[in-house]
């Protein structure tokens, strides 16, 4: 039995620590929206968000705004100096922090008790769409922000069933400025949504457990997910915005 | 003043002395006449100038043979005369001056008369006034061409007065009477500056005599130094005063083509130089010859005003005769470049105003011949240099790198089109990289050896201002002068100011990759190149150079900061394998305390696998020093980069850490100096600030470096070190490493387990201390046992005095209780103790949000180490055994207030301990017993019954079999084992009888063991610890010790109160042959 050991990891460049609590949530913000300073947010299991500047590699900053409680989902906006966290506490905060400043700019009310992280489509304006788990329990709610009003509510068909929304991705194909949501559910299927029509434009079922994460390449029209069973599909969309499992 | 103010009554006065002397010309009435003219004013004086002059010259120009003395006081009074009035007309002072001059001619060789220097001076003297009182515009006049014969005839006269006289005194008024005759006066009575076209023709008559006079004079400045510095001075400054006049740029520029005939007889239309360019060429060619004659005499000479002169003459000439003496700028700029870091500070400061001079006014950077001229100086000095720093001593060293550092310095940014030829900076790479060789053939560098941990709150010194001047003295292979190492130091500076450091620094790091002899000149290049770079030493010539920016200084030290600390570069072998030996040997010699008190005992020394299987001292002697450069450099990167070099501290600061741990004393010092350096430039208080302020830098270097302990075998201490000086707010940053501590312990625990448990011990000794314990239980808990104790330590007196009831009832029910307790009946006291131990007493930083409450960190380590405290207690090396007791001894104190968690691992525990206090070497006795007091003080109803059940009965009896053996032994028994166990057993009892607070059996049993080492017949030693042991007894059971002692001994009769009562009879004989007497007595009256 001539078994490879395999060999160790190689060894990280550094170990940031200091959150006193497992991390839940990862954001890297850099290149030109850092100004050459880039920053990493971890959100904790206490509720904290810190931001890291991977200068100094130090927390620069500690946001406290989910009340204790674990902190799912991290973002900055295109223009940097916003930041959007969403936490157990059913409550996406929309922070300010240009200049060194840490406030609450908004906040959003979830409505979804579940585990599913929030997305957004954001170019350089400054009206931006954002994909939430809605209140029923197979539901996916848009919203326009800044100004927080309900787009549209994407509930599948009656006798589809796929159980809840576990993850988002909104995005824009090049050719259209149309508005498409990837949704991965509880039962190992992936859809794709147009947001404008409110359709499922195609899904296929990829997994046997639900699907815990994905992402998509627009360019490329690929994609890749992960489900609760430890394993990975890869899937492709065609030029009849139908998805295929490759 | 003057008696005589009108011409007439002078006249009067003077007229029979003129005529007396007229006729009869004697000294007399030569002296005569000269005090009558005291009386006369200086108005009447010059009315009646001709008349008295008159007798005078008369004297003079009478033929035939005159007696020196005559002529002497003849010249002094016409100086006399001439000093007070003017000459008015032109023939007066023509004629005069030939009359002067003529005394001092002999007719038969072209050498000044062989007359007493006395005449001689006079002479001079009277020359120099004559000249002084000649009005402005006859003076004038005075010089022109047909003049030049007489001129000449003078100016040769004073030259050869100058040049071969012995007197000093006449040499100096010589070369001054020159200077007034070449119209140099520095004094202040000639006003009027001269017009171009006077300067012009002043300049065509002088001209005729510059062969003459530049000559001369060289021969004179170059002559011997004893002469006295003065001469050579006045020489030096007639001679770029005539040169600078004669060879003038300005001058020359204006000079016609074609001669103009002048309005002489042809004999002195010869004698006359018409100052064209050719002749320009050719006189500019000799003189270089004679200036570099100067140059190289007088640069050396000792006299720094001499030297200070050479600085004058270069600036005159380059500034005057840029163009006419084109082929001198070079030596002449050599010269001055020489004496940049001349000794003297005059010297240097001129010298730095006349470079900064020529730099403000372009006169080097602007004009394309000065440039090219110091160009080709340095490439000739860069080709050179190497041969030269080879054969050269110390001072010629001296000289080459001054000049070196002076080429740079003029150059300034202009010094990279040499650098940037590759055969050049090679030249110069190689030769700074020989002449910085060091001698390591040191043997006490390798020899001492550093033990102690320095105090690192000790704040840094407040004169570093520049830190690394204070830096180990070193000894280099090819000079022994500090200065060259300094000179060295400035041109590396110099360098990485004006030239492209990146070109620099690629080029020595080549040299530091290329080979191991090559690596510490490198680095030693290096460090100065940044601190140049930075600017901050520099004095800077050129002012609109732009110096590197902060952000390429980062980088470029980042990149070398990098090479420094890579594993090949900074790991080397400093001492032999051996050391373990060495170590061994140490312990021996310093027997007990070392290891109580010896933290660097356990330090294994272990190298990586890729050290050479022998390295000689030379080579380890090597190696300290190339760390010591590099720490060095650290230190100066950090000065270079200021606040900046915090964002490196996340890379060097572990490495330095680790280098002040160094056992080669040389490092750690050298390293502990860098840590005060980095506090300096990052402004921190003092290393231990730093250390705080940094800590999770060095968590995040440990932390990798466990994770190749092989390769780092010295991790665990930096974070022992670490750990000793942090403060609370470290544990959360190190809770994962230490579980790696754990973790590669338990892979590594036959290997390594010494120096894991330092670290343990250090962290649970910061644990201890940094969550000192806030439960109440333990102070309520030792509180009860005083109160018990300082009430039972009353008992006897209140027997003896008045009882009460209450008193008697108290203490009975003390009893009883005690009596309860000690039978295990201890139900009631767990009760309370379980209510208060339930809520574990918690930080509030370490709360966590979580719903179910989780153990504080530190406890739950603590736990970990505890657990593994168990199974290293039975290690084979009894040092580890020894500090692992330590460490239980910590952990209990920090889970003190955590029962639930303490109690079963203090069961599990135990077998070991029984081991290590009944079967174990003494030292390991002692320390078992200090642990069983300390969980006699957390857990004391637990610890009781099975410290009575298991291990006081194998105590006792081994107490009391030894005892007869010792007794009857002699003085060599105090170095057995066996005496040190019972010495152990004795002195570890009774502190631990007091807390474990035993039941009045248990502690018969120890009374009645230890008992027997009461007697006198036992060593000396062994009766003090019994007593020691009683003397505990006394504070937990006064009244039965009491009984006890008496029983052996009882020194005094009972009688009753009442004679109802029954006598008292005790046991204890009062014979003299009772052994116990001289302790019982010594221990009733402790208990009195």
């Known amino acids: 039995m001539a078994a490879t050991i395999p060999p160790p990891p190689p060894d990280p460049q550094f170990v940031l620590r200091g959150t006193q609590s497992a991390v839940h949530a990862l954001h890297f913000c850099g290149g030109a929206q850092a100004e050459g300073r880039p920053l990493l947010f971890s959100g904790s299991q206490s509720g904290l968000v810190h931001i890291w500047s991977l200068q100094t590699r130090r927390a620069v900053a500690t946001l406290d705004g989910h009340g204790g409680q674990c902190v799912t989902w991290l973002q900055t906006l295109p223009q940097g100096h916003q930041l959007l966290s969403q936490g157990r506490d059913l409550k996406l905060c929309l922070w300010d922090l240009a200049e060194g400043r840490n406030t609450v700019m908004d906040s959003v009310r979830l409505e979804s008790v579940g585990f599913c992280r929030s997305a957004i489509l954001a170019g350089g304006q400054p009206r931006w769409t954002l994909a939430v788990p809605g209140k029923d329990s197979d539901e996916v709610q848009i919203l326009e922000m800044p100004s927080k009003t309900s787009v549209c509510t994407l509930k599948p068909e009656a006798d589809a069933k796929p159980g809840m929304p576990m993850c988002l991705e909104l995005w824009q194909a090049n050719s259209s400025p149309r508005p498409l949501l990837l949704v991965g559910y509880e039962d190992g299927s992936v859809a794709l949504w147009d947001v404008s029509e409110r359709k499922v434009c195609s899904r296929i079922a990829c997994h046997e457990e639900p699907v815990m994460g994905l992402d998509f390449d627009s360019q490329k029209a690929r994609g890749v997910s992960g489900s609760a069973g430890k394993a990975l599909a890869v899937w492709s969309l065609d030029g009849q915005q139908a998805l295929q499992v490759s | ?1088």
């Open chain 2, 1 to 1088: 003043m003057a008696v005589f103010d009108t011409p007439e009554e002078a006249f009067g006065v003077l007229r029979p002395v003129c005529v007396q002397l007229t006729k009869t010309q004697t000294v007399e009435n030569v002296e005569h006449l000269q005090t009558q003219l005291r009386a006369v004013s200086d108005t009447a004086l010059q009315e009646l100038q001709q008349y008295i002059l008159f007798p005078l010259r008369f004297t003079l120009k009478t033929p035939g043979p005159k007696r020196e003395r005559l002529i002497q006081s003849v010249v002094e009074c016409l100086t006399f005369v001439l000093s007070s009035t003017c000459v008015k007309e032109q023939e007066l002072l023509q004629e005069l001056f030939s009359e002067l001059s003529a005394c001092l001619y002999s007719p038969n060789s072209p050498k000044p008369a062989a007359v007493s220097e006395e005449l001689k001076l006079a002479v001079i003297q009277g020359l120099s006034t004559l000249m002084h009182s000649a009005y402005g515009d006859i003076l004038l006049t005075f010089y022109e061409p047909s003049i030049l014969p007489r001129l000449g005839f003078a100016v040769s006269l004073l030259l050869g007065l100058a040049e071969q006289e012995k007197s000093r005194q006449i040499k100096i008024a010589a070369l001054k009477c020159l200077q007034v005759l070449l119209f140099q006066c520095d004094c202040q009575d000639h006003p009027r500056p001269l017009d171009e076209l006077e300067q012009k023709q002043l300049g065509d008559l002088f001209a005729s005599f510059l062969p003459g006079i530049s000559t001369a004079l060289t021969r004179v400045i170059t002559g011997d130094f004893k002469q006295g510095h003065s001469i050579v001075i006045s020489s030096l400054k007639i001679f770029y005063k005539t040169v600078g006049f004669i060879m003038a740029d300005e001058q020359l520029r204006r000079i016609s083509k074609v001669q103009a005939k002048p309005a002489v007889e042809h004999k002195v239309a010869e004698l006359m130089v018409h100052r064209e360019a050719d002749w320009v060429k050719n006189t500019g060619d000799k003189l270089t010859i004679l200036i570099k004659k100067i140059i190289e005499s007088v640069s050396v000479h000792p006299h720094w005003k001499v030297r200070l002169e050479l600085v004058e003459l270069v600036e005159a000439l380059l500034l005057k005769c840029s163009q006419s003496l084109v082929e001198s700028a070079g030596p002449l700029l050599k010269a001055l470049v020489g004496l940049v870091n001349d000794e003297s500070p005059e010297v240097q400061a001129q010298c730095n105003k006349v470079l900064k001079y020529f730099a403000d006014q372009k006169v080097v950077v602007g004009n394309r011949a000065f440039a090219d001229i110091l160009s080709e100086s340095l490439h000739s000095l860069a080709t050179s240099l190497p041969r030269l720093v080879n054969y050269q001593d110390d001072q010629g060293k001296f000289c080459t790198l001054s000049l070196l550092l002076g080429y740079l310095k003029l150059l300034g940014p202009k010094v990279n089109f040499v650098l940037n030829s590759v055969a050049h900076l090679q030249r110069l790479s190689k030769a700074l990289i020989q002449v910085l060789e060091l001698d390591v053939a040191d043997i006490k560098i390798v020899e001492e050896r550093h033990w102690n941990s320095d105090d690192l709150s000790a704040s840094p010194k407040t004169s570093a201002a520049q830190p690394w001047n204070q830096i180990q003295r070193r000894y280099f292979r090819f000079f022994t002068d500090e200065r060259i190492f300094l000179l060295l130091r400035q041109v590396c500076q110099l360098l990485g100011y004006y030239g492209n450091l990146y070109l620099l620094v690629d080029h020595f790091m080549e040299l530091y990759r290329e080979s191991v002899v090559y690596r510490k000149q490198a680095a030693m290049i290096f460090n100065e190149l940044v601190t140049g770079a930075a600017g901050l030493e520099v004095e800077d010539l050129h002012e609109k150079h732009i110096k590197t920016s902060p952000e390429e200084l980062r980088e470029i030290v980042t990149s070398i900061l990098e090479e420094y600390i890579s594993q090949e570069n900074w790991y080397l072998v400093t001492c032999i394998e051996a050391e373990e030996m060495g170590e061994e040997l140490m312990m021996k010699q310093s027997g007990l305390q070392a290891i109580t008190s010896g933290a660097h005992t356990s330090q294994i020394t272990s190298f990586p696998a890729f050290s050479k299987p022998s390295p000689t001292i030379c080579s380890m002697n090597s190696n300290i020093w190339q760390i010591c450069i590099q720490l060095e450099g650290i230190g100066q990167f950090a000065f270079a980069l200021g606040k900046d070099f915090n964002l490196l501290l996340m890379s060097a600061l572990y490495p330095v850490l680790e280098k002040a741990g160094d056992q080669t004393l040389l490092i750690s010092q050298v390293a502990t100096s860098t840590m005060m350096d980095i506090c300096h430039a990052c402004g921190y208080d003092s290393p231990r600030h730093l250390i705080n302020q940094n800590s999770d830098y060095l968590v995040n270097g440990i932390s990798l470096n466990l994770r190749h302990l092989a390769l780092h075998p010295h991790t665990p201490k930096v974070l022992e070190v670490m750990l000793q000086n942090s403060d609370a707010s470290l544990l959360p940053l190190v809770a994962d490493v230490v579980q790696d501590v754990l973790a590669t312990l338990d892979q590594f625990y036959d290997k390594r387990a010494a120096s894991f448990v330092s670290v343990l011990h250090a962290l649970l000794a910061a644990l201890a201390q940094w969550f000192p314990d806030t439960g109440h239980l333990g102070q309520l808990q030792e509180q009860s046992l005083r109160e018990e104790g300082s009430h039972l330590s009353r008992g006897p007196a209140t027997l003896e005095n008045s009882t009460t009831a209450e008193d008697i009832e108290q203490f009975l029910l003390n009893y009883l209780k005690e009596k309860d307790v000690a039978d295990g009946n201890i139900s009631d006291f767990d009760n309370g103790d379980e209510e208060q131990s339930v809520p574990p007493k918690v930080d509030e930083n370490d709360t966590h949000p979580d719903v179910e409450p989780a153990l504080p960190v530190q406890i739950q380590i603590a736990m970990d180490v505890m657990e593994r405290c168990i199974h290293l207690l039975s290690d084979k090396n009894l040092k580890i055994r020894l500090k692992v007791l330590d460490v239980l001894d910590l952990c209990v104190v920090v889970l003190q207030s955590h029962k639930n968690q303490l109690l079963p691992l203090a069961h599990r525990a135990w077998p070991s301990l029984v081991h290590r206090l009944t079967n174990d070497d003494p030292l390991a006795v002692l320390r078992a017993f200090k642990v069983l007091r300390t969980l006699g003080g957390k857990c004391g109803d637990f610890l009781r019954s099975r410290f009575c059940k298991d291990v006081l009965p194998k105590l006792a009896g081994s107490l009391v079999t030894q005892a007869p053996i010792s007794a009857r032994a002699g003085p060599v028994y105090s170095h057995t084992l066996a005496f040190k166990l019972q010495l152990a057993v004795l002195q570890g009892l009774g502190p631990l009888c007091e807390r474990l607070d035993l039941g009045e059996g248990d502690l018969n049993k120890v009374a009645d063991a230890c008992v027997i080492y009461l007697s006198a017949k036992q060593p000396m030693k062994l009766q003090e610890a019994a007593r020691s042991v009683f003397l505990h007894l006394m504070k937990v059971d006064p009244d039965s010790t009491w009984f006890l002692l008496n029983e052996l001994y009882c020194p005094v009769q009972f009688t009753p109160p009442h004679p109802s009562l029954h006598r008292v009879h005790l046991q204890g004989t009062t014979g003299q042959q009772n052994p116990y007497v001289a302790n019982v007595l010594h221990l009733l009256r402790e208990l009195q």
